[in-house]
């Protein structure tokens, strides 16, 4: 699965795509399956066709979390759509709910310890 | 400290007005960012992960209490309630929008602070030691040649575009609290045998990628030809460093390319084709700009303050606070005290914006109006009176700022790391608050004396990873923060570059290799050594056989 991704011009916040706009939350973000190549470098297309509203368009590849959700694989992606970890309070994670919590369980690519929680604090 | 005058002023509130101008063409579309990316850059805006940081320059890391004030401000109205303090003296916002970036300059300017130059291809804000002007060590005040190059380098036509970013130190002590030797130019103060003021010049230091502890290209320097010799040295930079490189283009590279020695004969071929009349500061501007620094009115007090004693003997977290973060002064009766951003659990280098309040509170009550910035991500009242310890120490206790534990195992130098920079490929931030709470027990921390550890979340090493005791590097293995440690390093006057312990450890087996390297330590120290003198004595192996030995 994958989702687009970019900052938004003005503010700087994360944003992802969602049919044809821009929204702040990760579990607002529409999902492609493999197949939909074309439908991914279709929204990598309209956001750099809309250089006033987002900046650097790109796609993330995401990994099902047992039995909660979807998360980005990348940790530095996984940061993008939480926040900061040393503060809970700061950034999108601030209104947790089930979307944070699946991404703060993921353990990403985790191929060459297996380690999970990877960006959960101790 | 240096008051700026009309024209600096006048200068400010353009380039404010310039850059306003520039963000509103900005989103109208009539710039894109392939356009506007250096220019935003060039007033320190820097998009990040979470949002656009601004990193406000700190010339040579001093502040005076309406400053603070309104950096505390801005870190309430603008940012989530933060500043965080960097290895450039300098301070960051990690939450700031574009939109109010040029609101932000123009309060800035209010205060005589801004952006320029702490980004971009150029000279960046020149560092100084955070105890100038207060130290007994001191040959000379350092900001007054700060201040020098502050007027000198500012928006300089010709070195606004260098291949890559310039930065220089200055000391005016033979301690060196400022890192002068892994600096593109380290400058020491030192005086001759017949009493002449000059600089040691050190040129080709860095960290990053490649670090160097830089060679002396110049005993000593008059004092006077400075910026005719600074003029020279970045000439020959300009000319030959590569830009076709961007890995390879720092000065370091160029003076190892060369030889120190054949960088020097250059360095003085082009000095001597510089009219120094023209270039060199006149006695009167340089006495001009001595003389902001000279007016410090310091009282004649007794070298013992009895009511500080009594306090020390009835207080033991005082009496703790007064042995690891209270220096001497050169005047009798007064103190430095540093003032810890690092408590355990407290993002390295972070002030709230409350605390920067009553830091700025303490400096105009108790410290002559005054106030720096550590490059190890600390504060410095510089110029409190002994009698006054008790209540400045009783303040800061109340803020949950008098953390006793400069250059101890605890006082961590991290980067931002991953949790913000766009650059990073691991996290640094949760590292240091894993190891401080390993050694949170203050005892045990004064037990192992000075310990300098260091993190960056990537190889450019803003987190001085190189230069630590212990170095702690985040990179990425397979898609994972995992890191790597080097020991032995020094960013102090007997600089030296670390030496990697073996294989990078996964993140929480960082905190338990550190204790490791510790009891190693304590089992083989002599006397009074530091960690470092013992790792100097004993190398690198039982270090490296205590950690790895553990992992089978």
Known sequence: MKAVTANRLIDGEVVFWKEGAWVDGFGD??????????????????????PTVIVDPYPIDLITVEGLGLAPVSYRERIRALGPTNELLHGKQAEGGAVVEAIRHASGAARSTGRVDLIRRK | MYQYDVIDREFLTDRSNEFRHQVTRRLAGDLTEDQFKPLRLMNGLYLQLHAYMLRVAIPYGSLNSRQARRLAWIARTYDKGYGHMTTRQNIQFNWIKLKDAPDILDALAEVDLHAIQTSGNCIRNTTADPYAGAT?????????????????????????YLPRKFKIAITGALTDRAAVKVHDIGLILRRARDGSLGFEVIVGGGQGRTPYVGPTIKHHLPASSLLSYLEAVLRVYNRHGRRDNIYKARIKI?????????????????????????ADLGDQELARIRGAFAQTPFETLPARSEAFEAAKAASPSLARFARNNVKAH??????????????VGQTPGDATADQLDVVADLAERYSLDDLRVTHAQNLVLPHVKLDDLPAVHAALEAAGLATANIDLISDIIACPGLDYCALANARAIPIAQDIAKTFADPDRAETIGELKIKISGCINACGHH???HIGILGVDKKGEEFYQLSLGGSGAEDASIGKILGPALAADRVAPAIDTLVDTYLAARQGEERFLDTYRRVGLEPFKEAVYAQAD
């Open chain 2, 254 to 278: 160029l003076v190892a390319a060369l030889g120190a020695e054949e960088f020097g004969r250059q360095v003085e071929e082009e000095w001597a084709k510089i009219d120094q009349s023209r």
């Open chain 1, 29 to 50: 973000a529409q999902l492609f399956d493999d197949a939909q190549g074309e439908e991914v470098e279709a929204a990598v297309a309209a956001g750099k066709a809309a």
């Open chain 2, 330 to 343: 050169k005047k009798p009766g007064y103190a430095i005290v540093e003032v810890s951003l690092k408590a």
């Open chain 2, 136 to 160: 007994a060590e001191e040959i000379d005040d350092p900001r007054v040649w700060s201040e020098v190059i502050r007027q000198w380098s500012t928006l300089h036509p010709e070195f606004s």
């Open chain 2, 466 to 468: 190189h230069v630590a």
